[in-house]
């Protein structure tokens, strides 16, 4: 009789998720999700470390975004770190990324959102530069990582 009783119990295991699942909250109401940026740049001055803008272009946003327009690159660099601030103006707002690219000591092309207008205004977000192609004509940058909401 008590296998009867589990297998009654697991049968019920799917209608149960589906319940749980469909009250669930919106993705977009804080929780994390997927966000890819793709970017290709004309550099305008490669070895510029003052903060001056280095390159601009055109980026597209997909995953929890949706949005593409122009971007501007300022960048900053000493011995051991280059700081890319990445401007990216869409239909939606503006969201300004900081890359941090160790020279020494690798560790990754971290990046984190630092601001954001309209829409963008409470969004967060870090992840990682994962193509870096500086050298390219145009250049190429793929950033990938998650981004948050921040609730009202």
Excluded at 19 to 25: E, K
Excluded at 72 to 85: C, F, K, L, M, P
Aim: charge should be positive; proline fraction near 3%.
């Amino acid at each position: 009789m008590s296998k009867r009783n589990t297998v009654i119990s697991l049968a019920t295991v799917p209608a149960v998720a589906v319940l749980i699942s469909s009250c669930a909250p919106a993705a977009n109401n804080g929780a994390h999700s997927n966000l890819t940026v793709q970017c290709r740049e004309t550099l305008t001055n490669r070895d510029v470390t003052d903060g001056s803008v280095s390159g601009s272009g055109h980026c597209t946003m997909t995953g929890m975004l949706h949005d593409n327009g122009p971007a501007t690159d300022y960048r900053t660099a000493n011995a051991i770190t280059v700081h890319i601030r990445r401007v990216i103006t869409g239909a939606k707002g503006t969201i300004t990324f900081m890359i941090t690219i160790p020279l020494v000591g690798g560790g990754g092309e971290r990046w984190t959102i630092t601001s954001g207008t309209k829409t963008y205004t409470k969004l967060h977000g870090h992840g990682y530069q994962v193509v870096d192609n500086y050298q390219g004509d145009p250049a190429t940058f793929v950033l990938k990582g998650n981004v948050s909401q921040a609730r009202a």
